[in-house]
């Protein structure tokens, strides 16, 4: 029985278990690392916008709090540069943004020199301030558009083999 392969009198599976025992460990802690600061971030957010907890415990749209840090341009969503003296959001929306998008190209521009990523935030390139994102779960796609049933008639428009053709 292969419960455990640590446990076995293999030692390429105890070492392979132990190699990924700990690569899991790294990335734990990465992540709880940056968690400390991404919820002192989003508590700013929530504190500026009023967003308290009944009303997140009521349903109130989360996506609220971000809404004015985004832009939509020439088909393309963009987050919004904090680095700009003419920045209108808040102070919270300006340090989430500065964090958010310094992480988000360390990831994404790993391997390019940081001074070519620096230039790229500089010169407002689009490609620096583009949202990552990923289609939502049917329940995100409601909150954004205010009902299940805009959503439904949405998500099945997808099922059209034209709509698909169009979208690949």
């Known amino acids: 029985m292969l419960d455990n392969p640590g446990n076995l009198d293999n030692d390429t599976l105890n070492n392979l278990t132990k190699l990924v025992s700990e690569a899991y460990q790294n990335v734990r802690e990465d992540m709880q690392r940056e968690l400390g600061t991404i919820r002192e971030l989003v508590d700013d957010l929530k504190k500026d916008k009023n967003f308290g907890k009944i009303l997140e415990m009521t349903g109130g749209n989360a996506a609220n709090l971000f809404k004015n840090m985004i832009e939509h341009k ?48 500089v010169n407002n390139d689009p490609a620096y301030y583009r949202v990552p994102l990923v289609i939502g779960d049917t329940a995100s796609q409601a909150s954004v558009l205010g009902s299940m049933s805009k959503t439904l008639k949405k998500r099945l428009e997808r099922l059209k083999p034209s709509v698909w053709w169009e979208e690949t």
């Open 74 to 121: 020439d088909g393309d969503i963009l987050f919004k540069n904090p680095w700009d003296p003419k920045f209108a959001g808040s102070t919270a929306e300006r340090k989430f943004l500065e964090f958010a998008l310094t992480k988000i190209n360390g990831n994404r521009y790993k391997n390019k020199d940081e001074a070519d990523v620096e230039i790229m935030r």
